[in-house]
């Protein structure tokens, strides 16, 4: 018998509460967790940003995932798009890292195969842990020494693209096991189609987005990766935020 997902009211969840549904999975290796919030039609951005589908809870769990993670993958594009900073959390954060043997801050982990990323970037500017850069052995020099100037960690994967075991293979080197992953679609894409993508949270915002948005995973590969739900938030204004597992 399929266990069925756990079903929960928004109304009073306390960062506790939420913490619990999200904590982790106790395993031996890395987790690579995802996290997106889409339009019920499947858009993940509107005027090509997702703050118009985000909500409160959302924002509260999108900071929450961040607290439980080791670090924070993001693609380059989704770092210029977004306008990234260094991560931030609040002194309940910090508690929330410290009590699971958490560094104090998770660092944020950009891909980006040319190393086209400003140094004078936010990024860079506005942190307080120095971002881990990886990039290809083939990417222009002057670039990679740049963002080593600007405080980056550059690691170079491979010398024309970056695969995904590298990927993890260099973060779980630095001891980073729990994977957070904001996007965009398509770092996602390759991730789901390598089967390195254990989990995804997803917050269904209440609203149909028309037009050509993207949707969260892009890819050119075909594949099917089975996943189950685990549990479902309902908020008040109609928002569900769920949190998929891979299937065994």
Not at 90 to 104: K, V
Not at 135 to 150: E, F, H, S, Y
Not at 157 to 176: K, N, Q
Request: hydrophobic content about 40%; overall charge negative; charged content about 20%.
């Amino acid at each position: 018998m399929t266990d069925l997902p756990r079903v929960v009211t928004a109304t009073g969840i306390t960062d506790d509460e939420l913490a619990e549904l999200y904590e982790y999975p106790d395993v031996p290796g890395p987790w690579l967790r995802a996290n997106f919030v889409v339009s019920l039609d499947g858009a993940i951005t509107t005027n090509g940003s997702s703050t118009g589908l985000t909500n409160p809870l959302d924002q509260r769990t999108f900071k929450l995932l961040r607290d439980l993670a080791d670090v924070v993958l993001v693609g380059a594009a989704t770092i210029r798009i977004e306008d990234y900073i260094g991560v931030r959390t609040s002194d309940e954060g910090l508690q929330r890292r410290a009590d699971r043997g958490l560094a104090t801050l998770p660092p944020l982990a950009v891909v980006s195969g040319r190393a086209d990323i400003d140094p004078e970037s936010r990024l860079l500017t506005n942190t307080i842990v120095p971002p881990i850069i990886l990039t290809t052995t083939t990417a222009p020099t002057t670039a990679k020494r740049n963002l080593t100037a600007a405080g980056a960690q550059v690691i170079e994967l491979g010398p024309d693209r970056i695969e995904t075991a590298a990927m993890i293979d260099a973060l779980t080197s630095l001891g980073l096991r729990k994977i957070l992953c904001e996007g965009g679609p398509t770092l996602t894409g390759q991730l789901a189609a390598d089967h390195a993508l254990d989990e995804l949270c997803v917050t269904t915002a209440p609203s149909v987005v028309c037009g050509n948005a993207q949707r969260i995973t892009h890819t050119d590969r075909h594949s099917t990766v089975g996943m189950r739900c685990n549990h479902i938030i309902f908020d008040a204004d109609g928002a569900q935020l769920a949190r998929w597992v891979r299937s065994s």
